[in-house]
């Protein structure tokens, strides 16, 4: 876990969090999903759908690994992206790029699979965002 999370930020770090900072406050309070109220139409929806609110959210793709890679290959919006939060709207494959250095093993017993795609929402229009994972999918 040393390796992946580091024992200090180095500048460039630290220069990172700042980037996220700064859209923090927007990224999550827009539609954060841990303020959804009990009987709130969409409630039952996250609870069954999702393990926890936060600012991105992540799916699976039908297929491997090869088919993920082609669903980021195609996106034209949205960018590929190892470190989430910044403005811009980003997408990562953990397995290959964040979590690489955990044995497959464990990444699978995390929920950390092959066709594993996280995407971090940032400030574009969400017509754009869905437009362009509607086409990157088919």
Known sequence: MRTI????CDP??????????????LRMTVWYLGFLPEGHPDRPVFERQCK????????????GEAE??????????IKLAVSLGGTETLASHPAAMTHSD???E???RLGITPTLICISVGIED???????????LA
Do not use: Y
Not at 5 to 8: H, Q, R, V
Not at 52 to 63: D, I, K, L
């Open 126 to 136: 969400p017509d754009d965002l869905i437009e362009d994972l509607n086409q990157a």
């Open 5 to 8: 999370l580091g024992t200090m």
């Open 102 to 104: 955990i044995p497959e």
């Open 68 to 77: 993920a890679f082609a669903v980021l290959d195609r996106l034209k919006v």
């Open 52 to 63: 926890g609110p936060g600012s991105t959210f992540s799916f699976e793709v039908t297929g």
């Open 12 to 25: 460039h770090t630290g220069w990172l969090l700042m980037c996220s900072l700064e859209t923090l406050k």
């Open 106 to 108: 464990e990444r699978l």
